[in-house]
């Protein structure tokens, strides 16, 4: 489609402005960063697959009353999101042990949690997205006490939803990370994008991985994951 001035390049993707000053045009790309850039490469069609189950995800969040920045998809690659005032943290929620949290706290992967943890990280690549508590956040005023109770609640039932959804489709969600912005009226909106490159998917009875840990990890077999997961969500 096309676009107007670039605004962003990020690892993953590309902003640009389009006609409407409301609106962005996201473009997927195909390269694969792990380690905040330090191990880099490819995944053929990776961006052509998340943006179909990013646009998925969220048609599915928006039937159950959440609020996202995902507005349409003109072209395989390509998203039209709202503009929004991008709120400069990572919301991580876990559901079972595994990556950082079983390394940073000596758990084994693969363990349930007892009950859904949320992690806060800032979003900054230089500092390599550091934790950060309620407390810092606040003190940071990087959100208000309001924001973040929004920012709790619609994380939490993101993984309800997202959950019991894979859940049908013979897929545990055991972690995923969301963004989240403020719209004009100052609302707080679900943004960025939901797949494999932001989410831990196992298969529920061969807890084979079926995202970006299988390239994270060298463990082969990246492009057919991320084509699994499309195929179980979509039937493509
Ligand atoms: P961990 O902290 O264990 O590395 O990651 C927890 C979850 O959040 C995983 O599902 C991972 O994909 C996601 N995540 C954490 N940090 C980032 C990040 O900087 N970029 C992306 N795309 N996902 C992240």
Redesign the pocket.
Known sequence: MEHGKQIYEGK?KILYETSNPDELLVYYKDDATAG?GAKKGTIVDKGIMNNKMTAFFFDLLAKNGIKHHYISMPSDREMIVQKLQIVPL?V?V?NVA????AKRLGLEEGVPMKRTVLEF?YKNDELG?PMLNRYHILAMDIATESELDEIARISFEVNDILTKFLKDRGVDL????LEFGRNSKGEIILADEISP????FWDSKTKEKL??DRFRRDLGGVEDAYKEMLHRLTGE
């Open positions: 993953a905040n990572e991580i876990r595994a990556g950082s949290l990280c997205d055991i972690d995923f990370k490159d932001n989410c831990r995202d970006k």
